[in-house]
């Protein structure tokens, strides 16, 4: 799965070998591309969670403070962010809408609806 994800490597250096007008489109996709990757390495550098709580039977609320670079954004309820919890597993992220970004925070609501979000109210009920 994670070696699938970066075939697409091979895919562009093989147009760019062999289709020299394409050359100019593959250039800027790759700039694009790399900015956007060093953006979100620097946004995603870890954080430290201000607030983690059980507030209801199957609902925990999580609020952390914003990154650098995320704070110059605004962000309405309703958006969504991805989220790794390192102490449930190092390697994945979820998505979860946010519930408020009033500055400098971002809180989110998360229902234990799957595996994954029951681990995340259970996690929270163990902090309180």
Do not use: M
Not at 30 to 36: C, E, I, M
Not at 102 to 122: C, M, N, S, W
């Amino acid at each position: 799965f994670f070696w699938s994800h970066f075939a697409y490597i091979g895919f562009i250096v093989a147009v760019y070998l062999h289709a020299r007008g394409a050359r100019p489109f593959i250039l800027t996709a790759v700039t694009f591309h790399g900015l956007d990757k060093i953006v979100q390495i620097l946004s995603n550098r870890p954080r430290q969670t201000t607030l983690i709580k059980k507030v209801g039977s199957r609902t925990a609320k999580v609020r952390f403070e914003k990154p650098f670079l995320v704070a110059l954004r605004k962000h309405n309820p309703g958006q969504y962010v991805f989220v790794n919890f390192p102490e449930l597993s190092r390697t994945e992220w979820h998505p979860y809408s946010i519930a408020s970004g009033d500055e400098p925070f971002i809180d989110l609501y998360i229902r234990a609806l799957g595996d994954h979000t029951q681990k995340v109210v259970e996690h929270a009920e163990e902090c309180n």
